[in-house]
């Protein structure tokens, strides 16, 4: 398999804050790591290029092709 692009790492990165974030929400008694994650979310989100309107919404999306991930969807 080949070595993971910069954007996939980031991706999966981001991956794992949100259902980090989404475990914190539903478990109701993490809330400063829900707000450290939240804040990474952010910051990870804002460094990919995606609007503020998708990262308040956590609407994230990603084309493929296969399994590899090539281009993020900003808008």
């Known amino acids: 398999m080949a070595k993971a692009s910069a954007l996939e ?5 981001l ?4 259902a980090a974030e989404k ?3 539903s478990e109701g008694n993490h809330p400063k790591l829900l707000k450290i994650v939240k804040g990474d979310i ?5 460094a990919m290029g995606f ?6 919404t956590r609407d994230f999306r990603a084309e ?5 991930i090539v281009r993020i969807i900003t808008e």
């Open 64 to 68: 493929r092709h296969g399994s590899r």
């Open 51 to 56: 609007s503020d309107r998708l990262i308040a």
């Open 9 to 13: 790492t980031q991706w999966q990165q």
């Open 23 to 25: 475990r914190f929400k």
């Open 42 to 46: 952010d910051q990870l989100a804002r």
């Open 15 to 18: 991956m794992t804050l949100c």
